[in-house]
């Protein structure tokens, strides 16, 4: 994507990455990805916000060259993971009177990850301002909505938001503005349940702090802009509140289909009695659907089987990115199958600490279930149900 013009001398000179599957070797991609970076002329001084992915770096600066950038003053880094921060070294070298604009926090790691010298970096500090003449800078700290050193930089004459990791989504694009339909929808909601949902009340607050700004225009580091900005903060208003929804996640993992069929039986019964149940095969699912369901779940049931007297991996895996993530469940249970014993729920549930939830009495078979198994996960069902009636989800 070459230059395009958000305002008057406000410049988009960022990267699409269609082709990228996983990002942080961790979370899958259905789109790609892109890594947005900003060009910003003063009457006096011209400032980059946030920069480039290292191995697009080449692409990147051709692009500036092509759009005549000859001369950068600042380099705002609104955060130091790479994926932002990583052309810095490349800038400072073809800049040679550019200087760094960061935090405590940021400057620190800028040093040590990207070896970026001490005399190139200038630090700010919350609400300060620096002017490119006849625009000027506000930077926001927003420490603990992504990393500790994650800022926001606020253009204040044009109201342009420039919000780092915070409101993005892993969704390339042609268009500047999202197009705020079900694609963008999606592609946003698994973004903030794989990044942003760990740290949830940070999300309230900075929300909150932004509708007090009322931006023109939110320029996040990821995916589109947003000139209805609205439509991204109502969003994450509803992801971030403390209100589940009147739903059931089953994730599971069957090694011989016993697994399997509970979670089926659970989802059927779930659903006759009003409940939305889904569920998900653990080996042949997307984990970012799995995560993005975590974000309304209000009960989570984790099925399992038994490998060498322990929760089977795949199984333990989703225990332990959920217990990451912290959802706002409010309860929880397990359903499994074994052959011949070990400890499969101590353990499992032993993985979920940072989930504030009540759990449910599980349901546990040797092999496949049987008549009174059935009757198990029925009550299993009708505890589901009435504590989700109980909390007003029905």
Known sequence: ????????????????????????????????????????????KTAIVDTMYPPFTEDYLKNLDEAGVTNVDYIIANHG??????????????????????NANCKGNLMEMLLVPEDRIIVIKDKETLSLGDKT???????????????????????????????????????????????????????????????RPMCKKYVKMIDEIKPEIICPSHGPLYNKPEFI???????SSDEAKNLVLIPYVSMYKSVEEMAFYVKEKLEAKGVKALCFDIIESDLGDIAMNLVDAATIII?????????????ANVAYIANLLKPKAKFASFIGSFGWGGDLFGKLGGMLPNLKVEII?????????????????????????????KSGLI
Request: with cysteine.
């Open 233 to 239: 903060l109502d969003l994450y208003r509803d992801w």
């Open 137 to 199: 800078f506000e930077f926001i700290m927003a420490p603990g909505v992504h990393w500790p050193d994650t800022m926001f930089s606020r253009l204040v004459e044009d109201n342009v938001l420039f919000t780092c990791d915070f409101l993005g989504a892993h969704l390339p694009f042609e268009d500047l503005y999202a197009k705020c339909d079900e694609e963008l929808i999606s592609s946003a909601k698994r973004y903030y349940a794989e990044i942003m949902m760990p740290f």
């Open 81 to 102: 993971e790479q994926d932002h921060s990583g052309s810095i070294p490349a800038l400072l070298e073809k800049y040679p009177s550019a200087k760094v604009v960061t």
């Open 1 to 44: 994507m070459k230059f395009k013009e958000i305002k008057e001398n406000i410049f988009y000179c960022g990267l699409n990455d269609a082709d990228r599957v996983i990002f942080d070797e961790l979370i899958p991609l259905e789109h790609g990805t892109t890594y947005n970076s900003y060009l910003v002329r003063g009457s006096e």
């Open 303 to 315: 099925g399992v089987s038994m490998v060498l007297a322990s929760p089977h991996p795949a199984a």
């Open 361 to 389: 009495e599980p349901v546990l078979v040797k092999g496949k279930p049987e008549k009174k198994d059935f009757e198990a996960l029925d009550t299993l069902v009708n505890s589901v149900f009435e504590a989700h009636k």
